[in-house]
Structure formats: C-alpha cells, structure tokens
C-alpha cells in the first residue's frame, strides 16, 4: 500500500511488501534411506548439476538405494512439468535437487 506524501502529489512504496501464505507441513522423514528409490531432480546449471553429482556419490558410499534415477527440468527459469513431477512422484520413494549458479 502506498504511503502518500503531503502536498507533493507523490506516493511512496515499501519496497519490504506483505507475504501473505499458508504453512504447508513437511513430509515425512524416512527412519533409514537403504532400499529406497532416490530421484535426482537437476535444473540444468552447471554448478547446481556439479553440486547434485557429488552429493549423490557421497551418498552412495554409504547408503545402498534400491535405485538412482536422474531426471532434467525443461529451463532453470521455468517450473517444473507436471508430468515429470509426476513420473518423480511415481518411481521414487526420495528426491534431492538443488540449486546452483
């Protein structure tokens, strides 16, 4: 909402702004990752994809996944398709992502 200076003609905005959302809860933790299906959900910049593969392997060092399954949004800048979150949904018990400049 604008703040209207007196006799100026001229109207000030907060650039701080209202976020106005609805708490969304967590997921539910899994107790122990063996046996799982991870997904690994890349948006296509170099570094986020640098960041993905080496937590992936670490994690593999240790825990014994079921499967690993890699997947690609279409753009950086774009969300992602619904159909692919849905296929991500479907094939996977777990996802990491990550996000990288």
């Not at 809860?25 to 122990?32: D, H, N, S, T, V």
């Not at 299906?37 to 948006?43: E, K, T």
């Not at 996944?65 to 996977?92: T, V």
Request: charged residues 25%; hydrophobic residues 40%; negative net charge.
């Amino acid at each position: 909402m604008p703040l209207d200076l007196p006799n100026t003609g001229h109207a000030v905005f907060d650039p701080r702004g209202v976020v106005d959302v609805d708490p969304i809860p967590l997921g539910r933790r899994p107790k122990a990752l063996n046996g799982m299906r991870l997904g690994v959900l890349s948006n296509r910049k170099w570094n986020g994809n640098k960041l993905l593969r080496a937590t992936t392997a670490a994690l593999e060092a240790d825990i014994d996944f079921a499967s690993i399954n890699f997947y690609e949004k279409e753009s950086f800048s774009k969300n992602a398709d619904p159909g692919l979150l849905g296929e991500i949904i479907a094939d996977n018990d777990i996802v990491l992502t990550a996000i990288g400049d």
